[in-house]
């Protein structure tokens, strides 16, 4: 396991852009596929964004393709995620999480370290 810190969120207009990251402690960062999920009230945590430990592959949810882009550095051990053309829909916490990649992507029994989290708001 490890520690994740998530920064970056904040309240934006319908249409603008934000950009998340998520900065990790362990020693072994490389060795972990990251992903993004997000969860509204009321909802379910939903996968928006993962990538693999070496950035070889991304996958993205449905809803969010051609809007947002994954990225890690793995010397910095941080990973941003650049979120463009945001909806209102997309106002959720947002979660960074660790795991060794397995399939599928967004099985949340994947992940076994998990940030606390940080707001997102799209409203005008």
């Known amino acids: 396991q490890m520690d994740l810190v998530e920064s970056g969120g904040g309240l934006v207009q319908p249409g603008g852009s934000m950009r998340l990251s998520c900065a990790a402690s362990?020693?072994?960062?490389?060795?972990?596929?990251i992903a993004w999920f997000r969860q509204a009230p009321g909802k379910e945590r939903e996968g928006v964004a993962w990538?693999?430990?070496?950035?070889?592959?991304?996958d993205y949810g449905d809803s969010v393709k051609g809007r947002f882009t994954i990225s890690r550095d793995n010397a910095e051990k941080t990973v941003t995620l650049q979120m463009d053309d945001l909806k209102p829909e997309d106002t959720g916490t947002y979660y960074c999480?660790?795991?060794?990649?397995?399939?599928?992507?967004?099985?949340?029994?994947?992940?076994?370290?998990w940030g606390q989290g940080t707001q997102v708001t799209v409203s005008s």
């Open positions: 990538i693999h430990r070496a950035a070889l592959e991304t």
């Open positions: 362990a020693f072994t960062f490389d060795y972990y596929a």
């Open positions: 999480a660790a795991g060794l990649g397995y399939m599928p992507h967004f099985s949340l029994r994947n992940f076994d370290s």
